[in-house]
């Protein structure tokens, strides 16, 4: 979704052609401020109303227990499906860049599907699949395993709104830089797993640590397919967002917007990153041009 | 053993595309082969079958009494230069041409010194001492060519395989290059089997040209062989310059249109064929006569030679000659063309 | 077991890597959806019929395809804007901007939502300005979409800006020697290959707008037959343990969404066709 290749030669932009000084001055001022209205001034918000009453309030409402463990949860769903996603992520992109087989462009789809999939939706399939009335729901109740309204629930729901991301960022390399090098690494006698971790890891490196980077920020900010599944049990199953509403609803903005602030510097460090691998891109990029 | 490697009646298909229509070969212990052709003629795929790199459809590769068809790409043990090098833009020349060495199992692995001292001895033999730590990135394109010759040697292959050894780089590092691999092959002696479209290289550098079309072999000989004695038309048109010119076989005769062409002799079947005659083998006559008259078109200067565009009445494209350098026709003036040496073939036009 | 004559593949973990990938794409993704069709095809018809075509899901849907619609529409427009001004123009800050761009990605949606509807809510910094003018953002459909403008916008910008960095300015020098005015090069010459890549974007922003929950909720109101967004109405739904209800709604959106993005690729496609460059 976020294109890799983008910005990979700032020396290739080309000088202003055409337009007037004026038209120009005027089509910037229109774009800044529209970034300004859409992007900027919510980022500035979420800080400014939780520093509204000051540090001290700020302080103590991420330390109260309920943030507390909302956000232990919420470091534990992504410790668990970011993992995963980076596994099955790696192994699709391999499939996909690398062999011919029928049924190739569907699986690009099917991989793909989870991002145009409202994530109510996601939420609502596995209410169906292991809620009490669900189809798993009487098995799931007699051996007494809980899925929904509980951890296992929102990992899920996670892993499924995150399918996409890892895949999505390396499989564009993978392809722009052919099979070569793995050619070269067996012919010269590596094994398959060999081969793996010393030439293709480190080949897709940046854009690997890139889509994790997006698949974490999604993962620790999913908002709706986890509000269906979690059943908001306060301290149990509120990952940060969930507690950000419950805060939110009780009329509690300075909290919620406390706990928003700490995923609003989430995001903003993974844009932080984003930017810097953006950097090294430019060479790694450039470099899958033939040696 | 006198063969090192042989390639029999080999078959490759990509779907509905014969790339390869059974193809053999025999390479000899130390020979260096060139496979020329045009592009889609099949070498770089036999190339690749013969580096485990494609599967065969039929057919059978032998590196000396062993069969390769069932051997992994580690027991093949083949020295494979891409075309591109696909150097390990992450790791130093130094550790890119440890790589096959600390690839092996841990039992059969060398000593890091001995690797050490290995990739010492490689570095010097290809004159890249001093650059061991440097990044691929960091390498002209020539010195790139030679570690990815390193990289390949270091695992002792039983067979050096070159993709196109210096399809990617400029004219003039081409040549030293050349050179360079001529004497480094003289020193070394591996059996080398090399792709390559360029003739010129083929023709200098190799020991035996095979030369490809279409996904057969069409000539395997020296230099010499396929230059001079090209045993098809293929062969010969492709092959340096030549001209083609439409002619008839009749009885012992050569006839080119009504008149019968003196002093030929051919062993073809009667019918239609072609006349395949390189420039350097017409000689200008006096007075207009000869096989082939014609008008002046232009007269230029080819590096040592001068060469002039003839248009003769009744033939498709303009005759290409090489005059010496005393004579110098007017563009227009009328002249007659001897015919020294040619070669004929039985061809559908 | 192996089409087309594959005998034996070279490169290694065929077999591993596609059965990772098929497992947990089956696991995770294909039979939950599954499970939704079949629940929503065990409703029987009527009942389908009933739920679909009742007042309250045709006015959520009404408002979350609508909105996601117009979201689509301004940020095809500011989209290709901002594309355009970070390509072509240098200016203070160019750099931060076209970081900036991504923040939606980055940005959890519930954050967000309640910093949206602090903004436009009518004592919030925007919402004060605009309502002695009598415009309401917040807790209007208004609001849905100005959440939507904010959750679609990077995918109109990063879908357009990599295919005008890379056209060739040749093309715009030549029709402008040719004596074209620069509104006709622009008309002519630079939109015509900018539209596919443009389409792209609308298409990504209309479908992440039509499933948006997070960021809509808190800016909505969410007075039902008004501002409930589809979404919303099946976790209504779900809460009141109306599973049949969610199922249909959810089904209905799928099956809008896939119909809507499919008319839109193929006219992509004949679009891509007619101007011979597909």
Not at chain 2, 19 to 34: C, D, F, K, Q, T
Request: charged residues 15%; hydrophobic residues 50%.
């Amino acid at each position: 979704m976020v294109d890799s290749a983008r910005d990979r030669a700032p020396a290739a932009r080309q000088p202003a052609r055409g337009e007037s000084l004026a038209v120009r001055v005027v089509l910037i001022g229109i774009a800044l401020a529209f970034v300004s209205l859409m992007l900027v001034l919510p980022l500035l918000s979420v800080f400014t109303e939780a520093l509204r009453k000051g540090w001290d309030v700020y302080v103590a409402a991420i330390r109260e227990p309920d943030a507390h463990s909302a956000i232990r949860l919420t470091l534990l769903v992504a410790a668990i499906a970011v993992p995963i996603n980076v596994v099955t992520g790696v192994a699709g992109a391999w499939v996909i860049a690398r062999f011919e087989f029928p049924g190739r462009n569907l699986l690009v789809s099917l991989i793909d599907l989870p991002f145009s999939v409202s994530p109510v939706i996601t939420g609502l399939v596995y209410v169906l699949l292991f809620g009490a009335q669900g189809v798993f729901g009487t098995w799931l109740a007699y051996n007494d395993v809980q899925i929904i309204f509980a951890v296992p629930g929102i990992v899920l729901a996670t892993i499924f709104v995150t399918f996409p991301f890892v895949c999505r960022e390396i499989l564009p390399i993978m392809q722009a830089q052919g099979s070569a090098d793995e050619e070269a690494a067996l012919t010269l006698g590596a094994g398959p797993w060999w081969m793996f971790f010393t030439i293709t890891l480190p080949n897709i490196r940046w854009g690997l640590l890139y889509g994790v980077l997006l698949c974490n920020a999604r993962a620790m900010g999913e908002f709706g397919a986890v509000s269906v599944v979690s059943g908001r049990i306060r301290g149990l199953t509120t990952t940060m967002p969930l507690h950000i509403e419950i805060l939110y609803n009780e009329y509690n903005s300075v909290a919620a917007f406390a706990v928003a602030s700490l995923l609003a510097l989430l995001a903003l460090l993974t844009l932080l990153a984003k930017a810097l691998l953006e950097w090294r891109y430019a060479d790694e990029l450039a470099a899958t041009r033939p040696l | 053993m006198t063969v090192a490697l042989s390639i029999e009646n080999l078959r490759k298909h990509f779907g509905g595309f014969e790339a390869l229509r059974g193809v053999s070969l025999n390479v000899e212990p130390g020979e260096l082969v060139a496979l020329l052709g045009p592009s889609g003629s099949g070498k770089t795929t036999l190339l690749r079958l013969v580096a485990g790199l494609e599967v065969e459809d039929a057919g059978r590769i032998l590196f000396g009494d062993v069969e390769a068809n069932n051997l992994t790409l580690r027991d093949r043990r083949i020295g494979f230069v891409f075309q591109h090098y696909a150097l390990f833009r992450h790791l130093t020349v130094e550790d890119n041409i440890a790589y096959g060495l600390r690839a092996r199992p841990r039992r059969e692995r060398p000593s890091v010194a001995e690797i050490r001292s290995r990739v010492g001895t490689l570095l010097d033999l290809v004159q890249l001492g001093g650059l061991e730590k440097r990044f691929p990135a960091q390498l002209s394109g020539g010195q790139r060519q030679r570690v990815a010759l390193a990289r390949a040697l270091a695992i002792e292959p039983r067979v050096l395989l070159l993709d196109e050894p210096f399809g990617a780089l400029d004219a003039q590092v081409r040549k030293d290059l050349r050179r360079w691999l001529r004497d480094l092959h003289a020193r070394t002696g591996h059996t080398t089997l090399f792709v390559t479209h360029d003739q010129d290289e083929a023709l200098e550098l190799a020991d035996r040209v095979a030369i490809l079309n279409q996904g057969a072999i069409e000539q395997v000989g020296t230099s010499d062989d396929v230059y001079e004695r090209p045993e098809t038309s293929f062969v010969c048109g492709f092959l340096g310059e030549t001209n083609r010119l439409p002619v008839e076989f009749a009885g012992g005769q050569v006839f080119l249109g009504e008149l019968p062409i003196y002093g030929m002799a051919h062993f073809n079947t009667p019918g239609p064929g072609s006349l395949y005659v390189r420039p350097h083998d017409l000689q200008v006559t006096e007075g207009g006569t000869g096989a082939l008259s014609g008008i002046v078109l232009s007269v230029r200067r080819i590096a040592d030679r001068r060469r002039a565009s003839i248009a003769v009445p009744g033939m498709p494209a303009a005759i290409e000659t090489d005059i010496s350098s005393g004579f110098a026709p007017a563009v227009g003036e009328r002249i007659g063309l001897r015919i020294m040496r040619a070669l004929t073939f039985n061809e559908a036009r | 077991m192996h089409p087309r004559g594959h005998a034996r593949r070279i490169l290694p973990g065929f077999h591993l890597s596609l059965g990772i990938t098929v497992t947990a794409l089956s696991c995770i993704v294909l039979i939950p959806l599954a499970a939704l069709v079949a629940k929503s095809a065990s409703t029987g018809v009527g009942t389908f019929v009933e739920i679909a075509t009742s007042p309250r899901t045709l006015a959520a849907l009404r408002l979350s395809f609508g909105a996601a619609l117009l979201a689509a529409m301004v940020n095809a427009v500011f989209g290709l804007l901002i594309a355009w001004i970070l390509v072509r123009y240098d200016f203070p800050g160019r750099r931060l901007v076209d970081a900036i761009v991504d923040l939606p990605f980055a940005m959890p949606t519930a954050v967000a939502g309640i910093a949206l509807a602090a903004i436009y809510a009518p004592n919030g910094i925007v919402g004060a300005v605009l309502d002695p003018y009598g415009i309401r953002v917040a807790y209007t459909p208004l609001g849905v979409a100005v959440a939507l403008v904010f959750i679609g916008l990077p995918f109109v910008v990063r879908s357009v800006q990599p295919v005008l960095e890379e056209l060739e300015s040749e093309l715009e020098e030549a029709a402008a020697l040719l004596g074209a005015n620069r509104l006709r090069v622009i008309w002519t010459v630079l939109l015509p290959p900018l539209l596919p890549a443009l389409i792209t974007g609308f298409v990504l922003a209309f479908a992440r707008g039509v499933g948006e929950y997070g960021s809509v909720i808190f800016i909505a109101g969410n007075v039902p037959l008004v501002s409930e967004i589809a979404p919303l109405l099946i976790v209504i739904r779900l809460e009141q343990f109306d599973y049949a209800g969610a199922a249909v709604v959810g089904v209905l959106m799928l099956v809008l969404s896939f119909v809507l993005i499919l008319g839109l690729n193929l006219f992509h496609a004949s679009f891509r066709r007619s101007i011979g460059n597909g």
